[in-house]
């Protein structure tokens, strides 16, 4: 089948969303399938208010509708609601090609979060630009839920979960030498992921612990962040490798975020065998549930302290659970076949 994945976000950007969409074309390629990706890098482009690494493309209608001529796909996925998932949603409904939609990040909560837009007035606009998809698709039960409660229907929201890399991801011994960084006192307490204002990170940095902080990762409040936290180490953005000796040299992953869908970063430290530590939010809730490899908490101090108890085993032998070739076939039959 030729599958066509039309995305506002792609590399260089460092997030879940190039990721998963990463993982899903290598795993289609590798089901046989012919995998073209329609993204930013192929147009002009001007960087996001408020958040410069993401690109927003410009005069992309008529080239959005060669491109998905000249390819002719079997399925078309429009993975983001930017100027590019606006273009391909417009020819398809012009064309009346069918079409899916994913709903990866939460897109209103966001917005609030910058310029205090009411979270109606974005959930209206959702609703209008998933509406015609055949399916939508959301990365957990709590974020189908949520949808369903601003009037999405329900027969077209499905769940496509997320996997993690056991390959890069493992409980290795933690090797100093290999670590982009070594702890001068224990224990060391570990976010990964984008420095972002909806990542809530003041909620961990401001915490009284023992040891060490450390933060992996790039974003528009970085340079904030290392002006009030002198005594946190910042690592900047790094390879999975590198990464992946990072979540093994600490003692506990903490996540403050409220507002993520699903949070890969946690699958990859526990596949790494460190426990989680973090607030109560839908992700946590719904990636963590009842598996003993974390801690969920208002208190998050308190649970960072606790998760200090946990046995590496726990959150290694949970993380293995989640296959990207599992998910992958999801979203496979999720898609909805173009006829000729």
């Given at each position: ?116 837009l ?29 949808l369903l409660?601003h ?28 670590c ?36 992996v ?45 699903f ?78």
């Amino acid at each position: 089948m030729k599958i066509l994945l039309v995305t506002d976000a792609w590399t260089p950007q460092i997030n879940g969303v190039v990721f998963t969409l990463q993982q899903t074309r290598r795993i289609l390629t590798d089901m046989g399938h012919t995998v073209a990706v329609i993204h930013p890098g192929l147009f002009r482009s001007i960087p996001c208010p408020t958040y410069p690494e993401i690109r927003l493309s410009l005069g992309a209608g008529r080239r959005v509708a060669e491109l998905i001529r000249n390819f002719a796909p079997d399925a078309l996925h429009i993975a983001t609601e930017g100027p590019l998932g606006m273009a391909a949603r417009r020819h398809a409904l012009r064309t009346g090609m069918p079409f899916t939609t994913a709903y990866h990040t939460r897109f209103p909560e966001y917005i609030q979060a910058r310029i205090r837009l009411p979270l109606a007035l974005t959930y209206r606009w959702l609703r209008w630009f998933h509406g015609p998809a055949a399916h939508t698709m959301v990365p957990t039960h709590s974020v189908r839920a949520d949808l369903l409660t601003h009037g999405f229907d329900p027969a077209r929201v499905i769940v496509w979960s997320r996997g993690v890399d056991l390959d890069t991801f493992r409980p290795d011994p933690a090797d100093p030498e290999a670590c982009p960084a070594q702890p001068a006192t224990r224990p060391v307490f570990l976010y990964a992921g984008r420095t972002a204002v909806e990542k809530n990170l003041d909620a961990f940095l401001s915490l009284s612990l023992p040891g060490e902080k450390w933060v992996v990762g790039d974003g528009p409040v970085l340079a904030s962040l290392k002006a009030r936290y002198p005594d946190v180490r910042f690592l900047g953005a790094l390879p999975h490798t590198e990464l992946a000796h990072c979540y093994r040299m600490a003692n506990v992953f903490v996540f403050p975020s409220l507002t993520d869908t699903f949070g890969l970063v946690l699958l990859e430290a526990m596949a790494c065998g460190c426990p989680v530590a973090a607030l109560p939010a839908s992700a946590t809730l719904d990636v963590l549930g009842d598996s003993g490899a974390g801690v969920i908490g208002a208190d998050l101090q308190a649970a960072c302290l606790q998760a200090l108890e946990i046995d590496r085993s726990i959150p290694a032998a949970y993380a293995c659970g989640f296959s990207w070739k599992q998910t992958t076939r999801v979203f496979f039959e999720a898609l909805q076949p173009i006829e000729a």
